[in-house]
């Protein structure tokens, strides 16, 4: 009796789940959780801030790597680039914007106008780095991504142009706004997790509608079989290129954001270690999927923080993200996502132990609607599973 | 700037110092383009096995036995048995991957952070030094400058090890079965050699020579956790200009990096850092397979 009882109730809420997964669930979800996160304490609400801002790193990255198979280990060059874009112009420009449109909104229209500075910096570095690294690949372009993003490391040390304030970096003061009496430090903590996440989700809608558009489309067929799309007369080195400007831009957007949070643009964001920050938490995440950046970039933030509670073992977190990082790619290349999913599968009934991607086969009808927001949502499909993550 | 007033700034000692950093960077590149030669996997943990060749060395030598040489060959063979582990336990299984280069990177990028923390959990984060041995540990003065004499021990040993290798790529039977891999796997599989076996022994070698390279720049450096990551960057440029799986290249190129970083500074003030990146991302462009090309070359 108990076990019909039991099995009755699993079906059911395996029904209720399927059926309530649609995207717009979602959605409203996730907008709710980010506006309960502005209620969370200060330190959480950095925390949060911190981990969308190298979610948006990684999503750039990966753009290259997940959608054209391109390696970057350079991306830094570009979230410094952002950094450096803003706090330069916060330093220097900063008196002569509060004379033109006042000084009670100075602050913001600054760190707007930073903002875009920071983003048309990086676009105009990446149009050239680009052109010459996309002429490489596999070990070679990440072997040149990884020069040039140590050659802007050693400029921006060096300061031959007298901007960048050598090792220290440029410190960034974002102010104050005051709107008639209320004032709004733009640097709160509640505040610019605001700001951020209103970028960051703008940013996301983008590079998804990028990546669902014709032009993702050509990126994925390059990166399957790139003999057989120059066949087609798509010119694939034209696609990385343009593929790569996005992706540095995106990681711009990342690095203003990123210089407002740390309060200075410090050369060390140039350094390749900080691009490696982008290629533990995609790959963590699952390179093959949209959001596999994301839930890396939480696996990162998180489970540091989570480490770091423990004073014996705080100072070797990196221990951990390498064994792990080891792990994924050896055994599960789908990544934290692809576990996800899995998982979802498993809890749904869709049990196929052949499919750990969980993306063919999905037949429930009440599954399909989501299913099929998934299969949009992965640059990867079933030739990337064959290829890339189950011949171990 | 006259020929006659730039030369008295070059001092000899400058000069061996340079060679010195260069015969450094050489044990580890030799390696470093030997692996990528041979099983074709760039390995971002050969800085680490650097590092870690130099602590095994400074903490036999503290520790254990009171003989430089001998800890040099202990933290040598060390090193090269972490890296036939390394190669047998993990980057084995890559192999047959259709985008394994760039699995095999990330893999061993992986080992970067698994080794630096490792150290710095046995050994801690603050830096060590030792005296060079006694035999050796004197100062010789030469042209007006004055250098120490254990300098010129690591550049005839660099030199010892680019001939010793040379000999044994193209003269030993080994050799001649480590060319044959490399330049058709498939084939020499055919034909009966255990390409396995053969590439963790490869492996094995390559991480020996950073090990070594690691023991015997430990008394010209302070060794710290962080010596790793700063010295596999100069060790992709140096096999990027000498050209990636080039053993005479590799010598070349890392006696070019090391003079630079010993004399740069004095005729370029500003961007002397800069330049051996400009100089990579050039080289990657023009010529990727670098200035000197080839296996046993």
Redesign the interface.
Same mark, same amino acid.
């Given at each position: 009796m108990s076990a019909t009882d039991t099995s009755s109730r699993v079906s059911r809420f395996r029904s209720a789940v399927a059926e309530g997964w649609t995207r717009e669930r979602f959605g409203v979800l996730g907008a709710l959780a980010l506006i309960l996160i502005t209620f969370a304490p200060p330190f959480q609400v950095y925390l949060f801030t911190d981990f969308l801002v190298v979610s948006l790193f990684a999503l750039g990255f990966n753009l290259l790597y997940g959608y054209t198979g391109l390696l970057s280990f350079g991306h830094g060059l570009f979230y410094a680039g952002g950094a450096y874009g803003i706090a330069i112009v916060l330093r220097d420009l900063g008196p002569m914007i509060a004379d033109i449109v006042g000084t009670g909104i100075s602050p913001l229209v600054t760190f707007m106008i930073g903002g875009v500075v920071g983003l048309v910096l990086v676009i105009i570095v990446a149009v050239p780095v680009g052109w010459l690294s996309v002429r490489l690949q596999e070990i070679y372009f990440a072997l040149i991504t990884l020069a040039f993003g140590m050659l802007g490391y050693s400029l921006i040390i060096q300061d031959p142009a007298g901007l960048t304030n050598g090792t220290d970096g440029v410190i960034v003061l974002l102010g104050t706004v005051d709107l008639g009496g209320t004032s709004l430090r733009i640097g709160g903590r509640r505040i610019y997790y605001v700001i951020s996440t209103i970028t960051v989700v703008a940013a996301t809608y983008g590079v998804w509608r990028i990546v669902n558009s014709p032009f993702g489309t050509i990126c994925k067929a390059i990166r399957e079989s790139p003999d057989r799309a120059a066949a087609l007369g798509i010119d694939a080195s034209h696609h990385r290129w343009m593929t790569f400007i996005i992706s540095a831009a995106v990681v711009g957007i990342a690095g203003v954001l990123r210089a407002g949070l740390a309060s200075v643009a410090s050369p060390g964001l140039t350094h390749w270690s900080t691009s490696a920050i982008a290629v533990i938490a995609t790959v963590i995440g699952g390179a093959t999927y949209f959001y596999g950046p994301f839930v890396g970039a939480f696996i990162f933030l998180y489970i540091r923080w989570a480490i770091s509670r423990f004073p014996a073992l705080e100072a070797y977190w990196e221990l951990f993200f390498g064994a792990l990082l080891i792990a994924v790619v050896l055994f599960f290349k789908q990544g934290a996502v692809g576990g996800l999913l899995l998982l979802r599968d498993r809890v749904l009934g869709n049990n196929d132990d052949s499919d750990p991607g969980g993306r063919e086969n999905t037949v429930d009808p009440g599954e399909q609607a989501s299913a099929a927001s998934d299969h949009e949502d992965e640059p990867g499909n079933d030739n990337m599973a064959t290829d890339r993550g189950d011949d171990t | 700037m006259s020929l006659t007033s730039l030369v008295p700034l070059i001092g000899i000692s400058d000069v061996v110092i340079g060679l010195s950093l260069g015969s450094r960077l050489f044990l580890i590149a030799v390696g470093l383009s030997l692996i990528f030669g041979v099983l074709g996997v %760039?390995n971002f943990a050969h800085g680490g096995f650097y590092m870690l060749g130099a602590y095994v060395t400074l903490a036999v030598v503290s520790n254990v036995i009171d003989n430089f040489w001998i800890a040099a060959v202990v933290g040598a063979l060390a090193v090269g048995i972490v890296g036939a582990v390394i190669e047998f336990s &993990?980057i084995r299984?890559?192999y +047959? @991957?259709? +985008?394994s +280069?760039?699995?095999q %990177?990330?893999?061993t990028? =992986?080992?970067?952070?698994?080794i630096?923390?490792?150290v @710095?959990?046995i050994w801690g984060?603050g830096s060590y030094s030792i005296d060079p041995p006694d035999v050796f540990n004197f100062s010789v003065t030469f042209g007006g400058s004055t250098f120490n004499a254990y300098r010129l021990v690591v550049i005839g040993l660099a030199v010892a090890v680019l001939i010793g290798l040379w000999l044994f790529i193209t003269r030993t039977y080994f050799g001649s079965l480590v060319r044959g891999t490399s330049s058709d796997r498939e084939m020499a599989a055919m034909l009966g050699v255990d390409v396995p076996r053969l590439y963790t022994g490869v492996f094995f070698l390559g991480s020996v020579l950073a090990g070594l390279g690691g023991a015997l720049s430990a008394p010209l450096q302070s060794t710290s956790p962080a010596l790793g +990551?700063q010295v596999i960057?100069d060790a992709?440029?140096v096999v990027?200009i000498g050209g990636?799986g080039s053993m005479s290249g590799a010598f070349v190129g890392a006696m070019l990096i090391g003079m630079m970083q010993s004399l740069g500074p004095q005729f370029i003030s500003? =961007?002397?850092? &800069?330049i051996p990146?400009?100089a990579?991302?050039i080289v990657?462009?023009i010529r990727?397979e670098g200035l000197f090309g080839g296996i046993g070359e």
């Amino acid at each position: 009796m108990s076990a019909t009882d039991t099995s009755s109730r699993v079906s059911r809420f395996r029904s209720a789940v399927a059926e309530g997964w649609t995207r717009e669930r979602f959605g409203v979800l996730g907008a709710l959780a980010l506006i309960l996160i502005t209620f969370a304490p200060p330190f959480q609400v950095y925390l949060f801030t911190d981990f969308l801002v190298v979610s948006l790193f990684a999503l750039g990255f990966n753009l290259l790597y997940g959608y054209t198979g391109l390696l970057s280990f350079g991306h830094g060059l570009f979230y410094a680039g952002g950094a450096y874009g803003i706090a330069i112009v916060l330093r220097d420009l900063g008196p002569m914007i509060a004379d033109i449109v006042g000084t009670g909104i100075s602050p913001l229209v600054t760190f707007m106008i930073g903002g875009v500075v920071g983003l048309v910096l990086v676009i105009i570095v990446a149009v050239p780095v680009g052109w010459l690294s996309v002429r490489l690949q596999e070990i070679y372009f990440a072997l040149i991504t990884l020069a040039f993003g140590m050659l802007g490391y050693s400029l921006i040390i060096q300061d031959p142009a007298g901007l960048t304030n050598g090792t220290d970096g440029v410190i960034v003061l974002l102010g104050t706004v005051d709107l008639g009496g209320t004032s709004l430090r733009i640097g709160g903590r509640r505040i610019y997790y605001v700001i951020s996440t209103i970028t960051v989700v703008a940013a996301t809608y983008g590079v998804w509608r990028i990546v669902n558009s014709p032009f993702g489309t050509i990126c994925k067929a390059i990166r399957e079989s790139p003999d057989r799309a120059a066949a087609l007369g798509i010119d694939a080195s034209h696609h990385r290129w343009m593929t790569f400007i996005i992706s540095a831009a995106v990681v711009g957007i990342a690095g203003v954001l990123r210089a407002g949070l740390a309060s200075v643009a410090s050369p060390g964001l140039t350094h390749w270690s900080t691009s490696a920050i982008a290629v533990i938490a995609t790959v963590i995440g699952g390179a093959t999927y949209f959001y596999g950046p994301f839930v890396g970039a939480f696996i990162f933030l998180y489970i540091r923080w989570a480490i770091s509670r423990f004073p014996a073992l705080e100072a070797y977190w990196e221990l951990f993200f390498g064994a792990l990082l080891i792990a994924v790619v050896l055994f599960f290349k789908q990544g934290a996502v692809g576990g996800l999913l899995l998982l979802r599968d498993r809890v749904l009934g869709n049990n196929d132990d052949s499919d750990p991607g969980g993306r063919e086969n999905t037949v429930d009808p009440g599954e399909q609607a989501s299913a099929a927001s998934d299969h949009e949502d992965e640059p990867g499909n079933d030739n990337m599973a064959t290829d890339r993550g189950d011949d171990t | 700037m006259s020929l006659t007033s730039l030369v008295p700034l070059i001092g000899i000692s400058d000069v061996v110092i340079g060679l010195s950093l260069g015969s450094r960077l050489f044990l580890i590149a030799v390696g470093l383009s030997l692996i990528f030669g041979v099983l074709g996997v %760039l390995n971002f943990a050969h800085g680490g096995f650097y590092m870690l060749g130099a602590y095994v060395t400074l903490a036999v030598v503290s520790n254990v036995i009171d003989n430089f040489w001998i800890a040099a060959v202990v933290g040598a063979l060390a090193v090269g048995i972490v890296g036939a582990v390394i190669e047998f336990s &993990a980057i084995r299984r890559l192999y +047959d @991957r259709v +985008d394994s +280069d760039l699995d095999q %990177l990330i893999v061993t990028f =992986g080992f970067v952070l698994v080794i630096h923390e490792t150290v @710095r959990f046995i050994w801690g984060s603050g830096s060590y030094s030792i005296d060079p041995p006694d035999v050796f540990n004197f100062s010789v003065t030469f042209g007006g400058s004055t250098f120490n004499a254990y300098r010129l021990v690591v550049i005839g040993l660099a030199v010892a090890v680019l001939i010793g290798l040379w000999l044994f790529i193209t003269r030993t039977y080994f050799g001649s079965l480590v060319r044959g891999t490399s330049s058709d796997r498939e084939m020499a599989a055919m034909l009966g050699v255990d390409v396995p076996r053969l590439y963790t022994g490869v492996f094995f070698l390559g991480s020996v020579l950073a090990g070594l390279g690691g023991a015997l720049s430990a008394p010209l450096q302070s060794t710290s956790p962080a010596l790793g +990551d700063q010295v596999i960057i100069d060790a992709f440029i140096v096999v990027v200009i000498g050209g990636l799986g080039s053993m005479s290249g590799a010598f070349v190129g890392a006696m070019l990096i090391g003079m630079m970083q010993s004399l740069g500074p004095q005729f370029i003030s500003a =961007g002397s850092i &800069a330049i051996p990146f400009l100089a990579m991302v050039i080289v990657l462009l023009i010529r990727p397979e670098g200035l000197f090309g080839g296996i046993g070359e």
